[in-house]
């Protein structure tokens, strides 16, 4: 059962690895238009 368990939480830190790696290419790659469509929204709301 130990053995099952290891697998388990390998495979689970795999995943989770994995979902890091997506959100960081994600916020590389858009980072920048997110950060420019709230300053245009706050600038809005500000006026």
Do not use: L
Request: proline share 0%; glycine share 4%.
């Amino acid at each position: 059962m130990g053995k099952d368990i290891e697998t388990a939480k390998y495979k689970e830190n795999a995943a989770f690895e994995r979902c890091v790696d997506f959100m960081a290419r994600m916020i590389e790659k858009y980072g920048h238009e997110i950060t420019e469509f709230e300053t245009e929204n706050y600038n809005r709301k500000a006026s």
